[in-house]
């Protein structure tokens, strides 16, 4: 029998290959969130493993992306900090 888990479900701190420049910040249910360091940016990677980077201006939520995986959504993530810096 093929049983396949995904990312998500195997509960993972997928900052650890990141260290010094995002932590994880919450787990919850349907979502965890890793937050860049020193930033408003974040990443939240969801229970059907899309990595959506995040930034909370104001009180709104802007999204900039949706991504199959940690790397890319990290790239995004900052390419957003260098252009708001």
């Known amino acids: 029998m ?6 998500f479900s195997q509960s993972l701190d997928l900052s650890d290959n990141y260290i010094g420049s995002i932590y994880k910040s919450a787990s919850l249910l349907c979502f965890d969130l890793y937050s860049f360091c020193e930033s408003n940016v974040r990443i939240k990677h969801t229970n059907n493993d899309e990595f959506i980077v995040t930034e909370e201006v104001t009180g709104n939520e802007l999204i900039y992306g949706v991504f199959d995986s940690m790397d890319e959504a990290i790239e ?3 390419e957003v900090i260098r252009e708001t810096d």
């Not at 093929?2 to 990312?7: E, K, R």
């Open 76 to 78: 995004m993530g900052e």
């Open 2 to 7: 093929n049983t396949t888990t995904n990312l």
